[in-house]
Every structure is written in C-alpha cells, then in structure tokens.
C-alpha cells in the first residue's frame, strides 16, 4: 500500500476533530468530507486506524456527524481520574469516580438501557438520590461488611459525604455531594457527553448525548467489568 | 413495605429472629446519641459554661424534628427559616429573660447540630454482644438540608428520625396503626377523651412514619425501574400498602364520623374541646393517607406500564453490562481502595479522549519510551508505511527564483528599503515566487538570524540570507500592491 502525504494529513485532521467532543460534521469546515472518506475509502480508514492505534485511540462509532472514539488505559490521551479536579487523595477520587459511574448507572441501569435511544434528564439531585439508595441498598444487605474496622466501604464513604453545603455558613462543606455532581455534569457538556437544557423551575436539568451511551457501552462498562472479575477471581 | 424489615427474616431461625430485633432496638436507642451529646456538652461551647444552661437542647432538637416532620410532605421539605423561627420561638419560652438574638443563635446551633453541622451522617459505634467482638459501626442521618427549587434550603426529617418519635421502639407500623385505630375506638366509646387524644396523636405519628417509609421505598423501586422484580415482590409489596392504606382511610372516616357526631352532641365544653382535638387529629392522619393513597396509585400504574413493555422487549445483548447490578452495587460493595481499582478505568473509559491543555511531558514521555511490544496496537497487520512525494501539486520555488532572491538580499544594502527590493522582484519578467522568497529573506533577516532554506535535492541546502543581513523597522509602511506591514531597512555588516 501507498499511503500519501495527504492521507496522512486528512487522517491527523480527522483525528484532530475526532478529539474535539463537541466538535460536529456542519459545524466544523471540512469534518463531513472526512467522515464520508472514512466511511468509503478502506484504504484512508487504514491509515486512520493505525494512527489511532498507534496513540491507545479506538474507534467506537462513526455516524453522519461525528466519528467517536475511545482512550485505551495507556493512552497518552486517556483521562485519569486522579489528575481531575484535585482528586489525587484516595477518598476524594472515590467519591469523584462514584459520581462518574453514578451518572452512568442513573441513565443506565440495565443491559436494555444500554441499547435503548431515549436518555433520561439528568438533575444532580436525582443522581445523588440514585446512589443514595443504591448506598442504603447495600446497608441493608445480610452479611454486608459494614462493620469491619478499619475497612472503609465505598457506600459508607459516599453515605458520609453532605449533601448540600450545610446551612451554617462557616462550616460550609467542599465536599457535597449534589454540588460534586453538577459539577461533573458541567464537565460532561464540555466532553461531549450531556447537553444543558432549559431549567425546571430553577433546577438545573441535563440531558445524555448519544456519545455518553456508546463510551459507557463499548469502554467503561467493559473496563470496570473485567477489574470487577478479575477481584472476584483474586478473591474467591 | 413498612414490614420490610420483618419480611427479610422470614425463615430465620428463632434465635436470628431475636438477635435481629435485638440489634434494631439497639440501633434506634443509638440513634439518639446526637441528640444527647449535644445537651451533655453544651456547657463546654462557647459563651461560657452558662451561657446554655437555661436551654434544654435535646428537647429543642426533638421538637424541631417533631416540627420538620409535621410539615414536610412527600414533594417538599420545610424552609430552613421556618423551623430557625419556630426553634427559636421554643427557646426564647426557655429563657425568656435572654434577649432575642441569643434565642435564634440557639436555634442555629440545634439545626446545625441535627445536620451534623454539614458532615452529613453521624458515624456511631457499638457492640453486638451476641455477634464478633469488635465495635460495629452504624450511620444515622436525622435532618437533611434540601434545595428548593428555588434556591432555598428546605429541612427533611428523615424516616430515623421519624422513628424517634415512635418512642424509640422496634414496631410494625401496619401493625402499630391497627392497633392504635382499634384502642382509639375504645377509648372514645369509653368517654376516656385524654387517653384517646394521646392514641389520636400516636396514630398521626404512625401514619406520618409509615408515609415517610412507603414514600422512600417507592421512590427507590422507581429510580431502578428498568431492572426491579416489578411484577413479582415489587407489584405484592404495592398492592398491600394499597390495601391498608385503603383500609385506614375507611376506619379513620369511621372514626372522625363517630368523633363528629361525639363532638356536636357533646355539652361541656372540656369534652367539646378534647374531642375536637381528636378529630384534628385524625384528620392529619387521614390528610397523609390520602397523600400516600396517590403515590400509591401512580406507582401501581407505572410498573403495570414497565411490566407490559418489559414482556414485549426481545432480550438485550448479552455482550452488554447491567450498569446498576452488574457494576454500581458490586464497586460500592468494595472497600475503598480496590473501588478506586474500578472507577479509575471506568472513568477512562467514560470521559472521550482529551488532548490535555498543557501536554504533560512525563505522559507522552513514559508513553514514547515504551517498548513497541508493549503497546496494544495492530487489530490489523500494520503495513510498512511508504512516502510518496508524487503530490506535484504543492507549488514550489523554481532555481531560478531562489537564485534571484539570494542576488538581491546579497547585495551591499545600506538601510535599503525592503520595498524596493519588494518592487524589483515582482517587476515583469521577474521568476515567480521572487518577491514571495524576498519577503521571506526580509523578515528572516529582522528576526537577526541567517535562515537557511531547504530545496531540490536534500542533500543541498542553500543559504537565502546572507550572513550579516539584518532588517529593522522604518517606522513607515510597505509600499507595494501585494505585501502590506511594517517597512524594514536592510543594512549588511562588514563581513
């Protein structure tokens, strides 16, 4: 195969697209004729992949608008959890993550969610009442260790972070919940994976994007799937 | 619902049975630490050891959670202002003498401390004496500050602290809320009007503690919707808290019938007055049944609704993963430390990839040095790449234009404009690309660097810029058609 010059640089620019999240074919010069020539031509979608591969990229979808991909763990572009938001301390990274998985778990909790097309709104509130019960859930749970000393579970952990910041001014908590998780949904509309709409009543209300159903299905809930087995296994 | 507790022990040995009711009474009375360590150190706070004294702080948080409760209901919680106003209020009757600003700080502080001043649950420790000997640990929640809709804090009694008002004891409320029905009615057919005033206030209690668990276990099973047992435990446990709410709602008419009639026969007034506090009573209970009576009904109709559309769906991938069963219970079931194992590569898998604002020199670096077998890559055989250089459309410069730029950037320039050498390349019969290369040489020459252009053949390299060419700013303006900026005046030094 004879790759040219300019394959090579239509591939580093649809790369360059590809890792824009909010970036959109019509809303970006030139990304729709990319996206066709991807979808057509075998052998630029050759050069792409190898590019791709070779940074840990992969390719999730590729639709009319926008060709989505993920971060392999060892990808210089991977997100780390422990480089976001000042969540190098363990707990504080926990709760971080929690809330990650929380927004996953809220839009899908089961296998059929997962392929579905509609996505639920999305309001701070709810998702930290949804990983509240899920807490109290396993509180509630025979033989749970909850009680073990020194083993901090990661429902208590969550359990006992505030809420909302406390009434009292002074003592006013960086750590509630509610504000961690509007927090992370701002974030979320920077990546790409929620859009803001219009409150309810004062409320702000987020909404899925397609892009948060595909990195959930092809990559994170096979991430955290594999590690779980992998501890079963270790520990069984 | 209200029974949960009980239905999970359904088949458990007799000795569990009793252990289990035996920790559930021990957790309730915990629950009260808080309140007690309040009032039992309120002489170690600020102001000095008597500046508390004429306050009893526990039963200052207990009638402020008597109060949350009373006024909350299922969609709102009750303005933080509010239950400050009415606390303070039941300070400034404890210590009338101290002035009105002391009463409401005592009332923040009763607030504050309920909320575990914003640390969220309270952590307590005990021991089962009847289980392994080291401390176990629960966590209680009392009052929880709310946002409304509006931005304000609203306050939640939680059903724990509900349960404190059921007298700290270990009850089945559909079962308590028969029981105190059926002595109501004997106590009012018996004339006994205090005793039934006392049942009356109890059943209120009861119907708001059994509002407050239904309330919460609907809520739960609605969150998860996709994936609760709607049509088995879900649908039974619904159907019965409708039937004893439909029925509690039917006695309590009875009864607040019976107590009407009571009422309008009755000629003393302390007996008029008695049995009209019972019948407000009742209302109240009544007025929280009805609440529950339509969240019931909407519940019902969504899992019929869930169950029909969950029988028609043909089955889900099994490549695919139940995010709440298969994912969230199993990580927050985990100590923290391998929990963090999880959510870390859940992250990275969530959030799409991100070229970092400020690369990180340490990650592309760690990333380069890797050995190549290290790296996940080739889904396909990699096929060695080939460089083509048959793209002739890339304009270039000619010889002949690069030697014509290097004549005349090379002359002996004293302050030449870098106009006129501008005008003299792009005059008629010029190459073309001379002026282009003559701009170019011009601003190399500002920067104060002999630049070096590659051409041809990549061995060779020419130099356009002569050494000891410099350009600096004029002041004026380019004069030409095509090139526009600062003018530069071109000196070449002695070499």
């Known amino acids: ?236 | 619902m209200a029974a949960e507790r009980d239905d999970d022990q359904e088949g458990m040995p007799q000795g569990d049975l009793a252990r289990e009711s035996f920790l559930r009474r021990l957790r309730a009375l915990l629950h009260t630490q808080p309140l007690h360590q309040l009032e039992l150190h309120k002489g170690m706070r600020g102001g000095g050891p008597d500046k508390y004294e004429p306050y009893d702080l526990l039963a200052l948080q207990l009638a402020a959670i008597d109060y949350i409760a009373d006024h909350q209901n299922p969609l709102r919680g009750v303005p933080l202002e509010e239950v400050q106003q009415e606390v303070g209020h039941l300070a400034g009757a404890m210590a009338p003498k101290r002035r009105a600003g002391e009463h409401r700080e005592v009332a923040t502080l009763v607030l504050s401390a309920l909320e575990n001043e914003g640390a969220g649950a309270f952590t307590l420790s005990f021991r089962d004496p009847y289980g392994p000997g080291h401390p176990r640990q629960s966590d209680v929640k009392l009052v929880t500050p709310d946002q409304a809709v509006d931005g304000s804090i609203e306050l939640r009694a939680t059903p724990q602290a509900i349960n404190l008002l059921l007298d700290v004891m270990d009850v089945d409320i559909e079962s308590a809320e028969r029981a105190a029905a059926y002595v109501l009615r004997l106590q009012v057919e018996r004339g006994r009007l205090r005793s039934a005033a006392e049942s009356a206030e109890r059943m209120r209690r009861l119907s708001k503690a059994y509002q407050g668990s239904i309330q919460q276990a609907i809520l739960t099973a609605q969150r998860d919707i996709g994936q609760v047992d709607w049509a088995g435990r879900v649908m039974a446990e619904i159907e019965r808290a409708y039937g004893h709410v439909d029925e509690r709602l039917r006695e309590e008419a009875a009864i607040i019938e019976d107590v009407a009639e009571r009422h309008a026969a009755a000629a003393e007034p302390g007996q008029r007055q008695a049995l009209l506090q019972i019948k407000e009573l009742l209302e109240d209970c009544n007025r929280y049944h009805r609440e529950l009576h339509t969240l019931l009904m909407d519940a019902r109709t969504r899992l019929l609704e869930q169950h029909a559309s969950q029988r028609l769906a043909p089955p889900p991938s099994p490549a695919l993963v139940a995010m709440h069963a298969d994912v969230l219970l199993p990580v927050l079931g985990l100590a923290v430390a391998p929990a963090d194992d999880v959510l870390t590569p859940f992250a990275a898998g969530t959030v799409p990839p991100l070229p970092p604002a400020l690369v990180s020199v340490s990650r592309v670096a760690d990333h380069l040095w890797r050995a190549r077998a290290e790296r996940q890559v080739a889904l396909r055989p990699v096929v060695p790449v080939e460089l083509d250089d048959e793209d002739e459309a890339q304009p270039r410069f000619t010889p002949e234009a690069v030697a014509f730029a290097r004549e005349l950037l090379g002359r002996d320039h004293r302050g030449t404009p870098l106009s006129r050498l501008l005008s003299e390349a792009s005059a008629p019969g010029s190459p073309p690309g001379a002026a282009r290369l003559v701009a170019l040489g011009g601003l190399e020459a500002f920067m104060d660097a002999g630049g070096e252009v590659a051409w041809g053949d990549e061995a060779e390299t020419w130099r356009l810029v002569p050494r000891g060419l410099t350009a600096e700013r004029t002041g004026g303006r380019l004069d030409h058609p095509d090139y526009a900026g600062d003018e530069l005046a071109l000196t070449r030094a002695e070499p």
């Open chain 1, 1 to 236: 195969m004879t790759i040219t010059r300019q394959q090579i640089a239509d591939a580093a620019r649809l790369l360059g697209f590809a890792c824009r999240p909010r970036a959109y074919a019509g809303r970006e010069s030139g990304y729709a004729e990319l996206l066709n020539l991807y979808r057509t031509d075998e052998e630029f979608r050759d050069v792409f992949d190898a590019m791709a591969s070779g940074l840990d990229l992969r390719v999730l979808d590729v639709t009319d608008r926008a060709l989505l991909i993920g971060a392999d763990l060892d990808s210089p572009f991977g997100f780390r959890l422990s480089e976001y938001r000042k969540s190098d301390e363990l707990d504080r990274r926990v709760v971080r993550g929690l809330i990650v998985l929380g927004i996953a778990a809220y839009c899908f909790p089961t296998q059929r969610s997962l392929e579905d097309s509609g996505l639920p709104p999305l309001m701070a509130r709810e998702v930290d009442d949804f990983l509240r019960a899920a807490c109290e859930q396993l509180r509630g749970r025979p033989g749970e260790r909850d009680d073990e000393p020194g083993l901090d579970m990661a429902w208590q952990l969550y359990l006992r972070q505030p809420e909302v910041k406390g009434t009292d001014r002074r003592r006013r908590s960086q750590s509630a919940t509610v504000d961690l998780i509007e927090q992370t949904l701002e974030d979320f509309v920077e990546w790409g994976l929620v859009v803001e709409e219009p409150s309810a009543g004062g409320v702000r209300r987020f909404r899925g994007l397609p892009r948060l159903r595909v990195q959930v299905r092809a990559m994170a809930s096979q991430h955290a799937f594999s590690v779980l087995q992998k501890l079963r296994r270790e520990n069984a």
